[in-house]
């Protein structure tokens, strides 16, 4: 499974900012993708996922009323939306990944595949 994300950058307190996660190598078409990310001296944390069978949508306590992930199927991309961003908001973010129909509470806190991961600074 390779997972590829882009869109991060450089935004001021209050702009907005659309993650872009490519997806492919799937063996199975249950699978689910989310977002990860990790500030600087924190430990990763998860933020959303949506299921590819369903399209179930998860957000943890950090990524509710601001952020919101979709998907576009036909291309294998899946996309997380910040809104409203804030300068605790950045960090590395990263694009996450379990297949066979995972739960999706598990994808948000052990995932088995990782990007690489897109830098987000939000300034103040």
């Known amino acids: 499974v390779q997972l590829v994300e882009s869109g991060g950058g450089l935004v001021q307190a209050g702009g907005s900012l659309r993650l872009s996660c490519a997806a492919s190598?799937?063996?199975?078409?249950?699978?689910?993708i989310g977002w990860f990310r990790q500030a600087p001296g924190t430990e990763r944390e998860g933020l959303s996922c949506?299921?590819?069978?369903?399209?179930?949508?998860y957000y943890t306590d950090s990524a509710k009323g601001r952020f919101t992930i979709f998907s576009d199927t036909a291309k294998n991309m899946v996309y997380l939306q910040m809104n409203g961003l804030k300068p605790e908001d950045t960090g590395v973010y990263y694009c996450?990944?379990?297949?066979?129909?995972?739960?999706?509470?598990?994808?948000?806190?052990?995932?088995?595949?990782w990007g690489q991961g897109t830098q987000v600074t939000v300034s103040s």
């Open positions: 949506i299921a590819s069978f369903d399209g179930t949508t």
């Open positions: 996450v990944a379990s297949q066979d129909e995972p739960e999706l509470l598990r994808v948000v806190t052990l995932p088995d595949y």
């Open positions: 190598g799937f063996t199975s078409e249950a699978y689910v």
